[in-house]
Structures are given as structure tokens and as C-alpha cells.
Antibody, heavy 123, light 107 residues
């Protein structure tokens, strides 16, 4: 059974930093694109970032480019999101999501999701 | 960036009725359009990928169609558990984008 468990959410002040982690199990981690998708309170879904199975390719939404960095440690089956220069508009539930199929290139669908980690940016 | 527009914003129907949801892209996404269902307090669930393929475990009452810029999600006969918000998402171009959602509520 695929499991994705996010951690690291919490309250942070504007311009502060936070690192989210997503621990994965139940599949061959290093062959799947992994993504972060967020949802502000009462709002819709926003794709944030994705990383290829090897970690060699990364992709970002314009809203976070230059502030957020996605990475993965395939030895630990974990994907990370380092979030710097946080703003109030980054307040959201952050979901970790796994692609539907193994692929070495191309863009993902989101077949499996974690339970989400709440990030609140406020003074 | 490809912008996805969904209509209607809200669809009020009764159990047993047919639901037809629309998603329009600002430029062609060929077939690379997916649909997700989200219930309050839950993570989204993948329903349809690549325009017309049901994801694993999705009931046959859910179907998708379309290509290019115009797509449709159809629920043939609404069950009580189908009242939720539905999002479309394109993976044709980076950045990946979602539509704003259609809420299907009980009439």
C-alpha cells in the first residue's frame, strides 16, 4: 500500500523559512516523479513543484521560483520542500503527491496524496 | 502558462441525475487533462487521466471526454458520495495548472 506522510508544517513569521518532508513507502520510490501541491484555506489546488525520480530535474510554479527548493533522498524514500522568504500568501495545506506511473521524463498525474501539512505564515 | 476554466462554478443536482462538468484550456493540451474529486477535509482523488482513462478503482459512472482545449467529465448517475468539488488539471506544459473547480452540491 502506498503511503505518503508529510511533516514539518507549522507557524512561521513572514520572511522566515520552513522545510517540509514527505516520507514515502509501498512503492519503488526512485522511479516516480514526486510533487508538492498546495491549497490555501477555502481555495483551490495549486501545483507548486515537481522532481524527477533521479532528482536531476526540478520544476517550479512561478509563484515560488527562487524561494522554494524541492529535493529528494532516494536512500531515505523522502522528498523535501525547503521554503524560504515565506509570505502570507504561502499559507496553505501542502500535499505531497506521487505520479501515477513510473517515468524517466515527462510531467505527472497525481495518483496518491499525503494527508497534507499546514503551513501558516503570520506575525 | 496554460489557464484552465471550469464551468459551471456550482452544479446543483439530485441523486440519480446526470452531471456534466466542463473544463476549457487557454491553449491545446492535446489529451493531457486529468480530473480530481475532493471532499471536505480530504486530499484530492484522481478520477480520470489523459482525458478519458479512469484511474484505478474509479467507478464506471465517471467518464471523461475531449481533446485539445475542451473537455468534459460526466457522472452518469449521481450517488450520495459524489457530491464534492471537481478539479481539472493539465500536464501538457510546465507549469502544471489546475482549474478553479466545480462544486457539485445537492439540490
Amino acid at each position: 500500500e502506498v503511503q505518503l506522510l508529510e511533516s514539518g508544517g507549522g507557524l512561521v513569521q513572514p520572511v522566515g523559512s520552513l522545510r517540509l518532508s514527505c516520507a514515502a513507502s509501498g512503492f519503488t520510490f526512485n522511479t516516480y516523479v514526486m510533487s508538492w501541491v498546495r491549497q490555501a484555506p477555502g481555495k483551490g489546488l495549486e501545483w507548486v513543484s515537481a522532481i524527477s525520480g533521479s532528482g536531476g530535474s526540478t520544476y517550479y510554479a512561478d509563484s515560488v521560483k527562487g524561494r522554494f527548493t524541492i529535493s529528494r533522498d532516494n536512500s531515505k524514500n523522502t522528498v523535501y520542500m525547503q521554503m524560504n522568504s515565506l509570505r502570507a500568501e504561502d499559507t496553505a495545506v501542502y500535499y505531497c503527491a506521487k505520479d501515477r506511473v513510473e517515468r524517466t521524463s515527462g510531467s505527472p498525474n497525481f495518483e496518491n496524496w499525503g494527508q497534507g501539512a499546514l503551513v501558516t505564515v503570520s506575525s | 502558462e496554460i489557464v484552465l476554466t471550469q464551468s459551471p462554478a456550482t452544479l446543483s443536482l439530485s441523486p440519480g441525475e446526470r452531471a456534466t462538468l466542463s473544463c476549457r484550456a487557454s491553449q491545446s493540451v492535446t489529451k493531457y487533462l486529468a480530473w480530481y474529486q475532493q471532499k471536505p477535509g480530504q486530499a484530492p482523488r484522481l478520477l480520470i487521466y489523459d482525458a478519458s482513462n479512469r484511474a484505478t478503482g474509479i467507478p464506471a459512472r465517471f467518464s471523461g471526454s475531449g481533446s485539445g482545449t475542451d473537455f468534459t467529465l460526466t457522472i452518469s448517475s449521481l450517488e450520495p458520495e459524489d457530491f464534492a468539488v471537481y478539479y481539472c488539471q493539465q500536464r501538457s506544459n510546465w507549469p502544471l495548472t489546475f482549474g478553479p473547480g466545480t462544486k457539485v452540491d445537492i439540490k
